[in-house]
C-alpha cells in the first residue's frame, strides 16, 4: 500500500514538472541572472585633517597607497559582502599595532559607494554613503538635458551644519543645498547645470567667503561636495567629487 502511494506522489510530481507548473504566490516569476562575481564600485575619501598619508586596505589586498587629506580615490571594484577594511600609516604593514582604523563593513552589491574616513587621527570615524541603486533614484525621472545633481557629504571636525550656496545677480547668494549636520550628508538636490561660484552655506543663509571656488555643473551629472576641515571659517574647504555621469 504505501509503495503504490509512492508511485502516484512520484507520478504527480513528474506531471506537474513536465507541464510547467510552479507554485510561488500564485505568480508565474523569471529566475534572476546568476552572477559569476558580485561586486561594487567603492570610492575611499581621506578626510582627517591631522593624520599624515595612509595606505587603505580591504581584507588582504592594498586598494590605496598613499592617499594624503583631503584626498579621494578612484571608484575601485570591490567584491561585495563583509569586507575588513583597515588604514594604516603610508608604507606600514596592516599588524594589529598599526592598524589605526580596523573595521569589518558590508560591501552591499551592484552599487556605487563613497567611504570617507573622517574626524581626527586618534579617533577616525567612517561615514559611507551610496551613489546608485537608491530607491530613490529608481523611481525618480531621468535629469533632463538642462539639469545636474548635487549632495552635500558634511565631516568638518568641529560638527557644525553647513551647506552649499552660489552667487546671484545683486550681491546675493542662493542656497544650492541647505545646511546639514556634521557629520551627515544630504539627499541629492536637483539643480540647473551651470558655472556657478560657490560658497560654503551656514544656516540663516549665511556665506562663508573664504570658501568661494566655481563649479561646472554639467547636465545629466551628479555631484557629491565633501565639506571638511574645521570651524574657523579660513579652514574649511569643498572637495568637489563627481558621482556619475550620462
Not at 28 to 40: A, F, G, K, Q
Not at 196 to 210: D, E, N, Y
Given at each position: 500500500m504505501q509503495?503504490?502511494?509512492?508511485?502516484?506522489a512520484?507520478?504527480l510530481?513528474?506531471?506537474?514538472?513536465?507541464?510547467?507548473?510552479?507554485?510561488?504566490g500564485c505568480?508565474d516569476?523569471?529566475?534572476?541572472?546568476?552572477?559569476?562575481?558580485?561586486?561594487?564600485?567603492?570610492?575611499?575619501?581621506?578626510?582627517?585633517?591631522?593624520?599624515?598619508?595612509?595606505?587603505?586596505?580591504?581584507?588582504?589586498?592594498?586598494?590605496v597607497?598613499?592617499?594624503?587629506?583631503?584626498q579621494a580615490?578612484?571608484?575601485?571594484?570591490i567584491?561585495?559582502g563583509?569586507?575588513?577594511?583597515?588604514?594604516v600609516?603610508?608604507g606600514?604593514?596592516?599588524?594589529?599595532s598599526?592598524?589605526?582604523?580596523r573595521?569589518?563593513v558590508?560591501?552591499?552589491?551592484?552599487?556605487?559607494?563613497?567611504?570617507?574616513?573622517?574626524?581626527?587621527?586618534n579617533?577616525?570615524?567612517l561615514?559611507?554613503?551610496?551613489?546608485?541603486?537608491?530607491?530613490?533614484?529608481?523611481?525618480?525621472?531621468?535629469l533632463d538635458?538642462?539639469?545636474?545633481?548635487?549632495k552635500?557629504?558634511?565631516?568638518?571636525?568641529?560638527?557644525?551644519?553647513?551647506?552649499?550656496a552660489?552667487?546671484?545677480?545683486g550681491?546675493?547668494?542662493?542656497?544650492?543645498?541647505?545646511?546639514?549636520?556634521?557629520?551627515?550628508?544630504?539627499a541629492?538636490?536637483?539643480i540647473?547645470?551651470?558655472s556657478?561660484?560657490c560658497?560654503?552655506?551656514r544656516a540663516?543663509?549665511?556665506?562663508?567667503l573664504?570658501?568661494e571656488?566655481?563649479?561646472?555643473?554639467?547636465?545629466?551629472?551628479r555631484?557629491?561636495?565633501?565639506i571638511?576641515g574645521?570651524?574657523?571659517?579660513?579652514?574649511?574647504e569643498?572637495?568637489?567629487?563627481?558621482d556619475?555621469?550620462?
Amino acid at each position: 500500500m504505501q509503495q503504490k502511494l509512492l508511485r502516484k506522489a512520484g507520478l504527480l510530481v513528474i506531471v506537474l514538472l513536465t507541464s510547467g507548473v510552479v507554485f510561488n504566490g500564485c505568480i508565474d516569476e523569471p529566475n534572476p541572472p546568476v552572477l559569476d562575481r558580485i561586486v561594487s564600485e567603492v570610492r575611499f575619501v581621506h578626510a582627517v585633517s591631522n593624520a599624515p598619508a595612509v595606505d587603505i586596505w580591504v581584507d588582504n589586498d592594498k586598494v590605496v597607497s598613499g592617499a594624503s587629506y583631503k584626498q579621494a580615490s578612484e571608484y575601485l571594484t570591490i567584491n561585495s559582502g563583509n569586507r575588513m577594511l583597515r588604514v594604516v600609516p603610508a608604507g606600514a604593514d596592516t599588524s594589529v599595532s598599526a592598524n589605526h582604523f580596523r573595521q569589518l563593513v558590508t560591501v552591499r552589491s551592484l552599487m556605487k559607494i563613497t567611504m570617507v574616513f573622517h574626524q581626527n587621527w586618534n579617533d577616525v570615524q567612517l561615514l559611507t554613503t551610496q551613489e546608485r541603486f537608491t530607491y530613490a533614484d529608481e523611481t525618480s525621472a531621468l535629469l533632463d538635458s538642462s539639469e545636474a545633481d548635487l549632495k552635500v557629504i558634511n565631516v568638518n571636525f568641529d560638527g557644525v551644519a553647513y551647506g552649499i550656496a552660489k552667487s546671484i545677480e545683486g550681491g546675493n547668494y542662493q542656497s544650492l543645498v541647505s545646511p546639514v549636520p556634521a557629520p551627515w550628508l544630504s539627499a541629492y538636490t536637483r539643480i540647473p547645470a551651470q558655472s556657478a561660484s560657490c560658497f560654503i552655506s551656514r544656516a540663516g543663509g549665511t556665506v562663508i567667503l573664504p570658501s568661494e571656488f566655481t563649479h561646472e555643473f554639467k547636465a545629466g551629472h551628479r555631484y557629491s561636495f565633501v565639506i571638511v576641515g574645521t570651524g574657523e571659517a579660513e579652514e574649511l574647504e569643498v572637495l568637489p567629487l563627481e558621482d556619475d555621469r550620462p
